[in-house]
């Protein structure tokens, strides 16, 4: 069985055996019945009352998560097209940390309105036409009613953190978590060039199951999976004065293949003896410098442990290089790659240095820093897949506090900024005499989605629930969006439910550029050379034409 063309009555082979190929109308319905799957299998997921999903490995691992893009992840995705939608919510994640399950639903949805629009016979460049002209005009509504957004709003910054986390596991606790969140994002927050910039990556979560989810506290400083090294050392320094050292506190062994002979036992002594005073010659400095803790990047001797107990030095070692540079934004200490550098300006300053047992491990606090610009949030809860599901909340509310901040905007939430982008489309595609129209109009049934999907997930009648928030916008109501707690539509400002602009404006982006991307693909071939006696490979999306013969 091989692909082939005629050519003269002679057969011309083109593809090798097994290969396997749809192509035109078979290969767009393939690729988007997949797209469609994948956006279905989030979409329930939607909104504060979405439910979630629980994801059982080859192994018997699970995870149980309302995060879009963890799911996703999780799912092991074979279909190219469905591995599209995947990356959108990557995408998404990486750029503002929330809005995934936003993201692939839209994208999901204008490949569901496209492929509507195919069946009409209208041709894909004008669908992509129509969805770009559209995708614009939609961004552009967004931005008009957007509201500016500054550090100094507590209050709507916490409400961004809350209505992230709404629908997660950690909503039963959202308002303490969404205090811990804006804290932390302010205390990182910097100023550059009149702009705020605030890297997520100076927020360390270490997480830990034990307690509850309420036990989740915000550190001003770091914590450190590491013990103290020696039973002999302090547990806990008060105003301690921190070293940070990339070098090892160890005898050095030579480089090459150094044999030393000794005949007197003596020398033996005299040896080992000089390999001790180097070690204590080396804690000397550390303590000469005013150091009363030692957190050490590479391994210390047991020798220069019990050197540095006797001098009362709290030390840690073989701590993560990522952990270090954390340590030096919250302490202020500089990073020292050589004890003999070692000066008292090096040092950080923490309030408090303390060794805890948290659950069964023994973990190293640095806290009450002086102006930290790297913290830790400590995440609790009572099994590790709640510790983990809190985790990700915290995670997705730091992303959408962080962008809210340096994006400068925010937008009411609900479906209410999607409502009035659909409201602005239908207008603008009147415009319009073509069958862009069509499309333009596609775009603005898909946007639809979102209102529709939270009214679903919340109990209430979709199609009541989006005539009637239609009729608010018509009203110029622009801040009506679904009230999924008490039903009806409600002005979402005055409920609390704000997201940041930027949020919308990259799920649009992200959603819209891959539903063009799969348009355009009219022929899929897949290709895979054959184990011997092996299957050929299974087309995508389980159809595809049979070779010719």
């Known amino acids: 069985m091989a692909q082939i063309a005629q050519l003269g009555g002679q057969p011309v082979l083109i593809l090798p055996e097994g290969t396997l190929r749809s192509r035109g109308r078979s290969a767009q ?111 552009k509504a967004m931005e008009r009613i957007s509201t500016p957004i500054s550090l ?29 969140v804006v804290k932390a994002v302010r205390q990182v927050a910097e100023k550059r060039d009149g702009k705020v910039i605030v890297d997520t990556d100076n927020i360390q979560r270490e997480k830990k199951h034990g307690g509850s989810s ?26 301690a004065k921190i070293a940070l050292l990339d070098a090892a506190l160890e005898v050095k ?49 047991d020798m220069a442990q019990h050197y540095l107990a006797k001098k009362g030095i ?4 073989r701590v993560k290089k990522s952990d270090m540079e954390k340590l030096a934004k919250a302490t202020g200490a500089r990073i020292v790659t050589s004890i003999d550098d070692l000066k008292k300006e090096d040092l950080g300053f923490a309030g408090l240095v303390e060794e805890v047992k948290i659950g069964d491990e023994q973990m190293t606090f640095i806290r009450n820093c002086k102006n930290p610009k790297a913290v830790s949030i400590l995440v609790r809860g009572g099994t590790e897949h709640v510790v983990d599901e809190v985790d990700r909340a915290i995670e997705d509310a730091i992303g959408a506090v962080a962008s809210a901040i340096e994006v400068g905007k925010v937008v009411p939430g609900g479906g209410a900024p999607e409502a009035e982008s659909v409201r602005e489309l239908r207008k603008f595609a009147e415009g319009f005499s073509g069958r ?29 629930t989006l005539v009637a928030l239609r009729a608010a916008h018509e009203q110029k109501k622009i801040e009506s969006g679904v009230n999924v707690i008490e039903g009806g539509i409600a002005n979402m400002t005055k409920l609390g439910v704000i997201e940041p602009l930027k949020v919308k404006t990259q799920a649009i982006n992200s959603a819209s550029d891959a539903a063009v991307m799969i348009l355009r693909i009219d022929d899929v071939i897949s290709a895979s050379k054959l184990e011997k006696g092996g299957m050929p490979p299974t087309p995508p999306g389980g159809g595809g034409e049979m070779p010719e013969y």
């Open 253 to 301: 062994e030579t480089e090459t293949d150094a044999q030393i002979q000794i005949t007197d036992p003596t020398k033996l002594q005299e040896f080992i003896e000089q390999e001790e005073r180097m070690l204590k010659n080396m804690v000397e400095k550390v303590a000469a410098s005013g150091a009363n803790v030692v957190l050490c990047q590479k391994g210390i001797d």
């Open 436 to 464: 862009e129209q069509l499309a333009i109009n596609a775009f603005a049934d898909a946007l639809e989605v979102i209102p529709r999907s939270l009214a679903e997930s919340g109990g209430l009648d979709p199609i009541d």
């Open 214 to 239: 309420e036990d989740t506290e915000l550190i001003d400083g770091i914590v450190i999976d590491k013990e103290v090294v020696h039973p002999g050392m302090p547990k806990t320094i008060k105003n």
């Open 314 to 317: 709290l030390a840690d070692r």
């Open 152 to 180: 100094d709003d507590v209050d709507d910054l916490k409400k961004i953190a809350m209505t992230s986390m709404s629908g997660k596991s950690a909503y039963a606790y959202s308002e303490r978590m969404a205090e811990l």
């Open 29 to 139: 319905e393939n690729n988007i019945a997949a797209a469609k799957a994948v956006a279905d299998a989030v979409r329930t997921t939607l909104g504060p009352k979405g439910m979630d999903k629980m994801l059982v490995d080859s192994i018997g691992d699970i995870v149980i998560t309302n995060d879009g893009v963890t799911i996703l992840d999780e799912m092991e995705i074979e279909h190219p097209a469905a591995k599209m939608m995947v990356e959108v919510a990557k995408t998404q994640n990486e750029e503002v940390g929330d809005g995934t399950t936003t993201a692939v639903v839209i994208a999901g949805e204008l490949l569901k309105k496209a492929g509507e629009l195919l069946e009409q016979e209208i041709h894909p460049t004008v669908i992509i036409r129509g969805f770009n002209l559209a995708k614009e005009k939609a961004l």
